[in-house]
T-cell receptor, first 109, second 118 residues
């Protein structure tokens, strides 16, 4: 059972379009981390957000942490085929990460 | 490359056999974590170490599973009498928590070991 709910589960878009994925929980986390994972590989860290209301930008990726530190979103502008992957959010608490099930993003040329 | 490394990358075994996986964390990282990931799910926490001390074990970690980090550097995860339900990707992660500071920290993952139990 995943305590973090991610939506949508699957997203297929054309190159150049924008997309947003969401991560929601009823729990408060001390920080939240976003990862991207490709088939057969481990998750690769994209960003860590710590402060409620925080917004971080990483090139075409924008991450937001909710004011109450229970939810987060990831927005990708002008998606590229290289953005294809499984996007995972993970809430930090008690020395371990609790992951959502992920959003599979497919960007077609 | 100074990232987290895991060996082997793939392991195929028959039901009932024992298997052991190794994880080498980023040097100087004092925390090391093991997770398990099945198809269509996010990683699930198994256990973690701070230096050589095992601080927490999940209920997912049955008595057939044992993890060690004897010198506070690399770690091994052993599964005894494997079952088909043990088939999964086993992920290791490491982090650096400065001494005297409680809480959580950013974790960096290895490429994983894919276990298939026939």
């Amino acid at each position: 059972t995943q305590l973090l709910e991610q939506s949508p589960q699957f997203l297929s878009i054309q190159e150049g379009e924008n997309l947003t994925v969401y991560c929601n929980s009823s729990s408060v986390f001390s920080s939240l981390q976003w990862y991207r994972q490709e088939p057969g590989e481990g998750p690769v860290l994209l960003v860590t957000v710590v402060t409620g209301g925080e917004v971080k930008k990483l090139k075409r990726l924008t991450f937001q942490f909710g004011d109450a530190r229970k939810d987060s979103s990831l927005h990708i502008t002008a998606a590229q085929p290289g953005d294809t992957g499984l996007y995972l959010c993970a809430g930090a608490g008690g020395g371990k990460l609790q992951f959502g099930a992920g959003t599979q993003v497919v960007v077609t040329p | 490359d100074t990232g987290v490394s895991q060996n082997p990358r793939h392991k195929i075994t028959k039901r009932g056999q024992n298997v052991t996986f190794r994880c080498d964390p980023i040097s100087e990282h004092n925390r090391l974590y093991w997770y398990r990931q099945t198809l269509g799910q996010g990683p699930e926490f198994l256990t973690y170490f701070q230096n050589e001390a095992q601080l927490e074990k999940s209920r997912l970690l049955s008595d057939r599973f044992s993890a060690e980090r004897p010198k506070g550097s690399f770690s091994t995860l052993e599964i005894q009498r494997t079952e088909q339900g043990d088939s999964a990707m086993y992920l290791c992660a490491s982090s650096l928590l400065p001494s005297g500071r409680a809480g959580t920290d950013t974790q960096y993952f290895g490429p994983g070991t894919r276990l298939t139990v026939l």
